[in-house]
């Protein structure tokens, strides 16, 4: 089992940025090979923001985001985080944690139903 607790959303105004954190825990920490940071609007499918490998660190992000967030980890600490600058009215939406055990990360990361673990989420609100 692991769990995942997601922290650090808030409301801010275009162009804020915020660091989302996702605390991971559990007995089952271990099989995990990547973190994702996903996103939903009211009525908008669930969209894959950002991965992270927890074997070498390597990174990728969607289109939408790429160059204005970040993922990193702590190994340390069992921390995943999404740094966001450049905030726009388009990136509210609550914001979610997700682990899964694929061999390789970044083959399908962006499909939900591929993560067996999920945070609570945290919702970010940005206002223009």
């Known amino acids: 089992q692991v769990h995942l607790v997601e922290s650090g959303g808030d409301s801010v105004q275009d162009g804020g940025s915020l660091r989302l954190s996702c605390a991971a825990s559990?007995?089952?920490?271990?099989?995990?090979?990547?973190f994702s940071w996903f996103r939903q609007a009211p009525g908008k499918e669930r969209e894959g923001v950002a991965s992270?490998?927890?074997?070498?660190?390597?990174?990728v992000s969607a289109d939408s985001v790429k160059g204005r967030f970040t993922i990193s980890r702590d190994r340390g600490e069992n921390m995943v985080y999404l740094r966001m600058d450049n905030l726009k009215p388009e990136d509210t939406a609550m914001y979610y944690c997700?682990?899964?055990?694929?061999?390789?990360?970044?083959?399908?990361?962006?499909?939900?139903?591929?993560?067996?673990?999920w945070g609570q989420g945290t919702q970010v609100t940005v206002s223009s």
């Open positions: 559990g007995g089952s920490i271990g099989s995990i090979n990547c």
């Open positions: 992270i490998s927890t074997h070498t660190d390597a990174t």
């Open positions: 997700g682990a899964n055990s694929r061999l390789y990360c970044f083959g399908s990361w962006k499909k939900s139903d591929e993560y067996s673990y």
